[in-house]
């Protein structure tokens, strides 16, 4: 059976992006150790406030663009309605035009929207992995399972991991490991350890003997007086977050832990209830009168009522570090959008329209001047032309000989200035001689 190695991303961008949140995790994690409470579940709600507030001015950008995208929908369903029914290439230049105009005179862009969802999509992705990995990307964590994995490898290199019998361990090692053969078997017993569950834990830890190992002078793992580093780790208020809600729930109503059950239960509920919230408070993309956009706007709509239902469902069987991630998220975000909410609605959006308005005018005239200097340079030089046209015309064929001559002279001496063109005839006559002569 093969191990699937959990190691740090190194996808173009997004292993980049990965890297530079997992140091924010790593330093959040530092910090909450040094004042005593080294737990996951606290981390990920700070990191996850922390990255939001970073990416606070690309929300606040963003929503800046819809509003200026609704005060220019009158307008634009104007040249909607102009153009409608029209095709011809001429039709579609102008209209075209009367758009670029448009969104020129408002300051924004048409794929305003399109960079920013591109900027934070990889973001987003780093997120879930860092959130995924922990001890990939926190130090602490890492060194805790990396003396774990040592003892196991100097038993049986990993045999009990691989043939236990237990179809929750090997499903686990399927899904989370790489090949030993790969060279690094360290890391791939440690990103398997830490999916585990803390029943399955409890089993690897039972045939390897590791309940007396220590990190840092404490117990790594948990025995019946003394909690372990690893569940002072994953535990938070009560709930297990190495465990899957669904697991947490089956293994607390075996034993009657009915606050165990209500609080795996809420994860599930607080995640949809939580997006569905952040979602009803973002601001809505305008249509512009146009059937597609509407079409567009109308599924979005439905995705975003199934998208709430469906993370609710991924949660009962995700660990529930990534169900308390999605809450806190949305939460964060939720909060985050009121401000931002407030923030826009104070903001004086006809006083930006009169600025990039101004703005625009002033492109427009450079872009004019500049157009005018073109046009009287070509005029220049085509009466520079007409008037040695003028001049040749006036003189006699003797004259103009002598004149050809002189030319003909002043080209073959090769005097001519550098990098005109005079100066390149010369070098293609002479490089032309030199191959004839061969």
Same mark, same amino acid.
């Given at each position: ?63 800046k663009f819809s ?11 104007? +040249?909607?309605?102009?153009? &409608?029914?029209? %095709? ?5 230049? #102008? =209209? @075209?035009?009367?758009?670029?105009? *448009? ?86 017993? +440690?990103?398997?350890?830490? &999916?585990?569950? %803390? ?5 690897? #830890? =039972? @045939?390897?003997?590791?309940?007396? *190992? ?109 169900? *308390? ?90 005097n001519a200035k550098p990098g ?19």
């Amino acid at each position: 059976m093969d191990f699937i190695l959990l190691t740090k991303d190194s996808t173009f961008i997004i292993g980049q992006v990965a890297w530079l949140l997992g140091q924010i995790m790593n330093g959040i994690f530092y910090v909450i150790d040094f004042i005593g409470i080294p737990n996951i579940g606290l981390a990920i709600i700070l990191f996850t406030i922390v990255v939001n507030l970073l990416m606070m001015p690309l929300n606040i950008r963003q929503q800046k663009f819809s509003k200026l995208s609704a005060k220019i929908n009158p307008e634009m369903q104007l +040249i909607e309605k102009k153009y &409608k029914g029209k %095709s011809d290439q001429q039709s579609l230049m #102008a =209209k @075209n035009m009367e758009i670029q105009e *448009l969104y020129a005179k408002y300051g924004i862009s048409p794929r305003g929207s399109c960079i920013q969802l591109l900027i934070q999509f990889p973001i987003l992705l780093a997120l879930y992995r860092v959130i995924n990995s922990m001890p990939d990307y926190v130090t602490q964590i890492r060194d805790t399972f990396k003396i774990l994995a040592t003892a196991i490898i100097d038993k049986d290199g990993g045999g009990f991991l691989q043939n236990s019998g237990i179809e929750s361990i090997a499903n686990t090692v399927s899904m989370y490991g790489r090949a030993m053969t790969d060279g690094d078997l360290t890391n791939g017993i +440690i990103d398997v350890l830490n &999916k585990l569950s %803390s029943s399955d834990l409890l089993e690897v #830890a =039972k @045939n390897y003997d590791l309940t007396n *190992l220590e990190y840092q002078g404490r117990l790594i793992l948990s025995n019946d007086t003394t909690r372990g580093l690893i569940d002072t780790y994953n535990n938070f208020l009560g709930l297990n977050m190495a465990d899957s809600p669904g697991t947490l729930i089956r293994n607390a109503w075996a034993v009657g832990a009915w606050g165990i059950v209500i609080g795996a239960v809420l994860i599930p509920i607080l995640s949809a209830v939580t997006q569905w919230i952040n979602v009803k408070l973002m601001p809505q993309q305008p249509t512009n009168g146009n059937d597609k956009a509407s079409s567009m706007a109308a599924s979005m709509k439905t995705m975003n009522m199934v998208m709430p239902l469906i993370s609710a469902w991924f949660c009962f069987s995700f660990p529930a570090g990534m169900g *308390l991630y999605w809450v806190a998220g949305s939460v964060v975000r939720s909060i985050q959008q009121i401000v931002i909410n407030k923030h826009i609605d104070k903001m004086d959006f006809n006083d930006i329209i009169a600025q990039n308005s101004e703005k625009s005018a002033k492109k427009l005239e450079k872009l004019k001047a500049s157009q005018e200097r073109m046009n009287a340079y070509a005029s220049m030089n085509t009466k520079k032309v007409q008037n040695k046209a003028n001049i040749m015309s006036g003189m006699s064929e003797q004259e103009k000989e002598e004149a050809m001559n002189k030319a003909t002279e002043y080209y073959n001496s090769g005097n001519a200035k550098p990098g005109s063109m005079m100066a390149k005839a010369n070098m293609v006559r002479q490089y032309n001689e030199k191959n004839n002569k061969k």
